[in-house]
């Protein structure tokens, strides 16, 4: 196919997966990386089809075969394997008009840090709502059994009891949390009001915002937003209070900062353009430590002596359920922004 051991040490320098294949699918050649670095079932391999060979390649045929029949690429442009996502890319390949054959390429997917989250997320969604699941059948008999005993012990005795029932209390909100971050199916939205929306989470919070000012600019021609208002609100409640505990390190007063404003990025999806609301949230705490940056949104990370790590996990996965975003910019020493990317009502 390939004339002499030449072409073949090009193909074995790249890093990519290549093969090449006949119109029926048969491995015709593979080069050094295809044999190394993907998950290929070794009696398939022999065999010498394509799908055998790679059996998480299958659920793709019908749409490979079609496009070998018809002549054109197809281009995937993500393929589960046991050890990653990947791409991967047929070109037809004519050796002569006698014999066509295909060369298809398979790469690691680079994901963008959304994306990473996004993937990162669903694969813990089972075993969070499991663990969940676990931990709060047993919760409120134990509770019960602290109550019914408080009644037979002195004052003193059940002092402790006290404990037990502040710890499960304690421990049935990290539940509700873990059940929060496992679920966003069924999510009803509406048109919303941001500002309405900033505002009552800013009054949930009430006292916790005391000694802390809070500046907010508004911008009064912006569109409704479409979201859930409880799941919003939820989001804004986490980021203000986030803030607010940031900034008990202060040695000068608290100043929370509130920004509205159409967001200078849009993105297209599903044949439509995707504007979002952009809401800016910015503190003069200490910010963010810059090896924290990176898995800041990732589950039961936080830097907290009494945090659960879950707040601006479930923050970032309420506003992707809403086709929206949440990002961080901070400079140690220097406070720390988040900004958060909510779709407009039409689109």
Known sequence: ?????????ILNSISEAVFVVDSEMNILFRNRAAEEDL????R??????LFSALPWLAPYADGLRSAASEGRSCFLRSVGTPVGATWARMTPFVTDEARRTWVLTIGPLLLSPDERDVVAFESMEGVVSQIAHEINNPLGGIRGAAQLLDERLSPEEAEYLQVIVREVDRLSDIVGELKDFASMSGMATQPLNIHEVIDQSLVVLGPEMAGITVRRFYDPSLP????????????FINLFKNAAEAMLENEEPGMLVIRTRPSELYAHRDGRTLRWVEVAVTDNGPGVRFNDRERIFMPFVTSKKDGSGLGLAISKKILIAHQGMLRLESTEGRG????????????
């Open 336 to 347: 720390a922004t988040f900004k958060a990317f909510i779709p407009y009502a039409g689109g």
């Open 224 to 235: 409704d937003v479409r979201g859930n208002s409880s799941k919003l609100l939820q989001v």
């Open 44 to 49: 398939g391999l022999e065999s010498g089809g």
């Open 1 to 9: 196919m390939f004339s002499g051991p030449f072409h073949e040490d």
């Open 39 to 42: 998950p290929v079932h070794i």
